[in-house]
């Protein structure tokens, strides 16, 4: 029993050396999750105008046409439950917040990340923004290959893995051509139509407190549904769109500070301002950016954009 014990010790200490070595050099590579967490711990209390939401916020609202300082901590597939732990975990630095912008998607109210196809993305709200660092590992996330061709880019290649900008804003660039574009017009639709109402009324609860928080200080919290390409809303189901509408409205007339904006069918953006089905490129984004600044700089919060 003794030699097989340390035969096993001998074989396997080398591997787990190996595996703590990988883990920490795979967390050493710089993405976005890091920078944004990075950003809210040094420079909360700076901060006048913060974004919060899914990846039609990431990539649809840019912080350098915004007239305070505002920060985007949105990211892709980034559920309610996530926007309420990023907003709680720098409630109390939050000195200086003006306004929150939390998207409202078709799916926002309906969906959960730890419950869907991007579950993966979980490890990075609890490895870099801290949440839970030791409950989920990078080796055991990704597959070999993935892990290894990403310390060859960073490590070997130096090649970034960050796709947002300082502030948190990551660009489209252009439209995808037209067949393309139709695909994803079907892939998405399907993707966000809600299988049920299993996390509907634990979303709603997130979203109080954070309307909650804003009332008790005087902070502006706008909800907003972001453009559509037409081909995409065509795709979605009229009850689903109904009940967003719906629930956005009771929650934006039970607090004083807190308003919806529903840009769904706003016709200021055309297809040439979408990248693909559901996400702004960045000349949409510019737009989006300038009207909703342009909000914040009126006096009576309960106007809704037209």
Known sequence: MRRFIKSFLIFSCPLIFVAIISEISLRNIPNDYMLKSEYLNKNCSEIETLILGNSHAYRGFNPKYFSDKTFNAANVSQSMEYDFMIFQKHQKEFQNLKNIVLTISYNS????L???GSSWRVKNYNIYFGFNPFMDFELSSNNLKYNLDRLKKFYLNQKSSIKCDAQGYAPFQGTIEDEKFEESCVDASQRHHKKNNLYLQENIKYVSHIADFCEKENINLTLI???MSQCYKSKLKDN??????????????TYRTCRYLNMMDDIVFNRNDFHNADHLNDNGATKLSIKVNKLFLQK?????IQ
Request: glycine share 4%; aromatic share 6%; hydrophobic share 35%.
């Open 109 to 112: 109210y309906f969906s959960k």
């Open 114 to 116: 730890k419950m869907g």
């Open 225 to 227: 549904t972001p453009p």
């Open 240 to 253: 689903q769109i109904i009940e967003m509408t719906r629930l956005s409205d009771s929650i934006a007339s």
């Open 300 to 304: 009576n919060n309960k106007i809704l």
